[in-house]
């Protein structure tokens, strides 16, 4: 069973940048594809970006595209959330997920397709 711990999270003007960093233990990262979630305030958790085993495959919600960077380094078993242009509305606690997959270049967009999560970060961005 694999153990996910973020990191990086914090208060940050509207503009500005923040990089989440998923580290795991007990296993290797290689055999997972991961993703990234958040929960603002009073709504549901929503996915923000997925990456497949690999690393050749990604996904974003369309509203972190273009702002918003997933990447891994499997050697290392991290996967980071580069997080440019910040918004208010980027306020959330954000989660690392991950799930085993036999396929290289498979991303996972939902919730429930993730079996294993971090206790999540805490992101804030003022106006």
């Known amino acids: 069973q694999v153990q996910l711990v973020e990191s990086g999270g914090g208060l940050v003007q509207a503009g500005g940048s923040l990089r989440l960093s998923c580290a795991a233990s007990?296993?290797?990262?290689?055999?997972?594809?991961m993703g990234w979630f958040r929960r603002a305030p009073g709504k549901e958790r929503e996915f923000v970006a997925a990456?497949?085993?690999?690393?050749?495959?990604?996904r974003y919600a369309d509203s972190v595209k273009g702002r918003f960077t997933i990447s891994r380094d499997n050697a290392k078993n991290t996967v980071t959330l580069q997080m440019n242009s910040l918004k208010p509305e980027d306020t959330a606690v954000y989660y690392c997920?991950?799930?085993?997959?036999?396929?290289?270049?498979?991303?996972?967009?939902?919730?429930?397709?993730?079996?294993?999560w971090g206790q999540g970060t805490q992101v804030t961005v003022s106006s």
């Open positions: 997920a991950g799930r085993q997959t036999l396929t290289n270049t498979l991303v996972f967009l939902k919730n429930d397709e993730y079996a294993y």
């Open positions: 007990g296993r290797t990262l290689s055999s997972y594809a």
């Open positions: 990456i497949s085993r690999s690393g050749g495959n990604t």
